[in-house]
């Protein structure tokens, strides 16, 4: 009865969402003032999805979660970050400038994060707010030797990339094996869906 009710109050999709995860990355250089360090901003957006995950057994952007070297990241964000892939029109080129000198800044003026934000929900606002007001205040490195700490689902890849199964992070903050398994059939079933879209669109 419990999983049920989960799913259907949280029915968000579970694959990745650029446009999402730009506004995420532009709400946190808003508030670090329009330009934060690319680790710190790394790690401020994979303790939002955390935090997501935590509170409402759902993602935040849908992104792949994966541990490296400096702590666990988002995948996909990472190769938006380092200019691997293309952007999708309004997507992360249209928020985020080019990584330079290890900063990257916000493009475009904001007065009003709900209004402005407008693929982030109130509740997605909170989770940002409540990691913002947490954690803003420390530097890249010093977030980056905090989830090698407190996040255990990480390990440490040895110079390599691992992937962080979403149910691995779901039973590490708690979230009770029917939960669990539950979501990851929804995961597992939106990400076939996920690579037949890729896979039509290529």
């Known amino acids: 009865m419990v999983v049920k009710h989960l799913v259907r109050v949280y029915s968000k999709s579970m694959l ?3 446009k999402k995860a730009a506004q995420v990355a532009a709400f946190f250089l808003h508030r670090g003032g329009g330009r934060l360090d690319i680790l710190k901003l790394m790690k401020l957006m994979y303790l939002a999805e955390r935090s997501s995950l935590t509170r409402f057994g759902e993602p935040l952007t849908g992104d792949w979660l994966f541990s490296m070297e400096h702590g666990p990241v988002l995948s996909r964000t990472l ?15 249209a928020w985020i400038s080019g990584r330079e000198d290890h900063l990257v800044a ?3 003026h904001i007065d009003d994060t709900k209004k402005e934000l407008s693929s982030l929900s109130d509740a997605d606002l909170e989770v940002l707010q409540e990691v913002w007001g947490e954690y803003g205040h420390l ?3 010093q977030l980056r030797d905090l989830t090698h700490e407190i996040c255990p689902e990480w390990e ?3 110079h390599s990339s691992i992937p962080i199964p979403y149910t691995r992070v779901l039973r590490h903050v708690g979230h009770s094996p029917e939960v669990v398994k539950e979501l990851d059939q929804r ?10 879209l890729e896979k039509a669109g290529s």
């Open 156 to 158: 440490d890849p040895e």
């Open 187 to 196: 995961i597992r079933a939106q990400r076939q869906l996920e690579k037949i």
């Open 106 to 108: 916000i493009k475009k």
């Open 139 to 141: 530097t890249g490195f």
């Open 79 to 93: 190769n938006h970050l380092n200019g691997f892939v293309d952007s999708a029109p309004d997507g992360w080129e």
């Open 16 to 18: 990745f969402n650029e």
